[in-house]
């Protein structure tokens, strides 16, 4: 279709919005913006306001450019096409999801002096992260100066550079940042955000393969290990968490992939935090090696390696080590996750893959034990100078030297000088006892079986007692949890016969809380838990554990007293609302609901939400038209009635 071009035809600014360009449209022709829009647009207002993150079909590009004269390149530029175009993954996510919370949708931001030049609102200031103006390096502003009103994204007043509040000018008071560190960041961030909205994303056969999102996942991860030719996990400079995720995405796994898709925070966040130049993420192209070893990832079997332990009998073998079955597949020591975890039972210790793919010993217990505590020992060093050498507690190096000492690897007189014990055979029964109990291990043993600390740790690496605390890691079972030197055992709690001071004890408490109620209920007072716990002398936890049929009734009991309070303040209050209307009646003084309300601090509203209203009316009608005399309701006021002998006083009054 042929378009006669417009007479007056403004020109659209390089790096302006395109409603900024529409309100200006709009003030040259004196008309509104909505009415600019539904020349072009569908004449939604709503939908003007979104043209500037994404062109949608209810923008007719083709006619403004022929109107306006135009080139459709620079209409794109005016928005976030370019950006969505070139690295959103639109069969997966929409526009508002790939963009998140990196921009401001609802409230327009501004540079004072710009708009005093020109009233025009660029596309880069919509940028959340973005703080001033790169040309004058002022701080951008996103309501009025004067009034401090939030600026709407569309308003006619912004063409005229107005508050839409209070009509005062929005380019007065404009705040200069005087910081320089601030001002070369804020620079940096204009950088790369001009690039992202100038320049498309240089994608290869294998985005059209895996989709644009997929391609730039692979990307993120090629260069945060270093653009090495295949994946490895452990040489990447990102969290196992983002790891883990984008290879998820990437492989398309459905319980994952959406979870970790890319995102444009996403991309900034990764990028920012590795030092990745955004140009380099743009232009790169990944190599088909490394694409190709992230779908075969996994899919080789992955050899253990073996016991390094030199005094072990299954030194440099793999007879020894057996795999624990962690719920996660590895093992955490010192905020480090080890995969494949496997036990040697000869020598006791743990051994897996660390970040970088390397078998190692966990607990680095060969370093500590032998290459460094095992020559100071056997020269005399005693446990104090071990301790303070390794820059650690006395009771670390007992565990070393009763590991030492079960391994036969201290020294004549050194060796005499520790094994002061006679030798259990059995010592896995002993370790059957303790797992059962709570606290320390090492003091009941001390209290119960007569053992010292170094005695403990002897029997603790006996590879019986190895096997029985790593038992349930050796099944698909889970009730036991082994952290380092503490076995942690759930088990169910076991209710005992009660002697007869529990049950005295119990009666006791059964009694407080039944006068508790009685107090409270005689002077019409809520229960409350804080009181009540303090009355009886006990906490909710010992409660609930020990006298849970306390709890029960307890909770009825107060839901129960509490309706009775509200019944009783509802026939208080009645009872004194209708007493003042007999003295303002003995009085002479003319009687109405207001009157009555203010001289006994009651309420209209009150007596209306609770149904008192009704009686209360009555009986005033009844009083003003002689049909019952003052004496019959001060009568029935001396006892104090309820509501319901209330409702058959009038009851009665009305049949007769």
């Not at 100066?145 to 839409?164: E, I, Q, R």
């Not at 960041?185 to 320049?199: D, F, G, P, S």
């Not at 996750?337 to 000869?346: G, Q, R, T, V």
């Amino acid at each position: 279709m042929t378009y006669r071009k417009l007479s007056i035809r403004p020109k659209l600014f390089p790096g302006e919005t395109l409603t900024s360009f529409l309100l200006r449209v709009a003030k040259s022709y004196r008309t509104t913006v909505k009415e600019v829009w539904k020349w072009f647009g569908d004449g939604n207002i709503r939908n003007l306001c979104r043209i500037d993150f994404y062109l949608s079909s209810y923008f007719d590009i083709e006619k403004i450019c022929a109107l306006l004269n135009i080139d459709a390149e620079q209409i794109r530029s005016a928005s976030f096409f370019t950006l969505l175009e070139s690295i959103q993954e639109r069969s997966e996510q929409s526009e508002w999801w790939f963009l998140g919370n990196s921009l401001e949708y609802k409230k327009r931001r501004y540079c004072p002096k710009c708009v005093a030049m020109n009233n025009r609102y660029d596309l880069i200031w919509q940028v959340k992260e973005i703080h001033i103006c790169e040309k004058h390096q002022v701080y951008l502003q996103d309501s009025c100066l004067t009034c401090n009103h939030a600026l709407p994204y569309v308003n006619d007043l912004l063409s005229f550079g107005k508050c839409t509040n209070c009509m005062n000018s929005l380019c007065v008071q404009p705040e200069l940042c005087t910081n320089n560190n601030e001002i070369q960041a804020q620079e940096v961030i204009h950088r790369q955000w001009k690039y992202m909205l100038n320049t498309p994303f240089i994608h290869s056969e294998y985005s059209e393969i895996m989709g644009k999102g997929r391609y730039i996942a692979t990307k993120l991860l090629f260069l945060a290990q270093n653009k090495e030719s295949t994946i490895h996990r452990g040489r990447m400079n990102l969290t196992s968490d983002e790891i883990s995720g984008l290879i998820a995405y990437i492989k398309d796994d459905n319980k994952r992939s959406k979870k970790y898709m890319v995102t444009l925070p996403r991309i900034l966040r990764i990028v920012r935090s590795r030092d990745i130049d955004i140009e380099t993420l743009y232009e790169i192209e990944v190599p088909e090696s490394y694409v190709r070893s992230i779908f075969k990832e996994g899919k080789e079997q992955v050899q253990i390696g073996t016991c390094l332990v030199p005094w072990c009998p299954s030194f440099e073998q793999k007879i020894g080590l057996l795999p624990l079955n962690y719920n996660s597949g590895s093992i955490k020591f010192q905020n480090e996750k080890f995969k494949l975890p496997h036990i040697c039972m000869y020598c006791s210790l743990k051994y897996g893959y660390n970040q970088s793919n390397d078998w190692v010993e966990i607990e680095r217990f060969i370093h500590t034990a032998f290459d460094i505590s095992l020559p100071m020992l056997n020269s005399g060093a005693g446990i104090s100078k071990v301790a303070e050498t390794l820059k650690t507690d006395r009771f670390m190096v007992y565990r070393i030297v009763g590991y030492l000492l079960y391994h036969e690897l201290l020294v004549g007189k050194i060796k005499l000088k520790y094994a002061t014990f006679q030798i259990e055979k059995e010592p896995v029964k002993f370790f059957e006892i303790l797992s059962k109990i709570n606290g320390s291990k090492i003091v009941y043993a001390r209290k119960n079986f007569g053992w010292n600390q170094v005695e403990y740790y002897f029997y603790y690496f006996h590879s019986s007692v190895q096997l029985f605390l790593h038992e349930a890691y050796f099944t698909q079972n889970r009730e036991v949890k082994v952290e380092g030197l503490r076995e942690i055992k759930k088990r169910k709690k076991v209710h005992k016969a009660e002697t007869e001071v529990e049950r005295i004890q119990k009666a006791e408490i059964w009694k407080l809380a039944k006068a508790y109620f009685e107090e409270r209920s005689k002077f019409h007072q809520d229960a409350a838990d804080l009181s009540f716990f303090q009355f009886v002398g006990k906490g909710k936890k010992w409660l609930i554990s020990n006298v849970p049929n306390l709890m029960d009734w307890y909770f009825k009991m107060k839901e129960e007293l509490i309706n009775n309070n509200q019944k009783h303040r509802k026939c208080d209050r009645l009872n004194r609302y209708l007493s003042t209307l007999c003295e303002l009646y003995k009085s002479g003084i003319r009687i109405s609901l207001e009157s009555i309300s203010e001289k006994c601090g009651i309420r209209k509203k009150y007596m209306r939400i609770n149904g008192l209203m009704s009686i209360v009316n009555q009986i005033k009608d009844a009083l003003l038209s002689g049909s019952i005399s003052i004496k019959e309701v001060e009568e029935l006021l001396n006892v104090k009635p309820k509501i319901e002998q209330w409702e058959s006083f009038v009851l009665k009054w009305k049949i007769t």
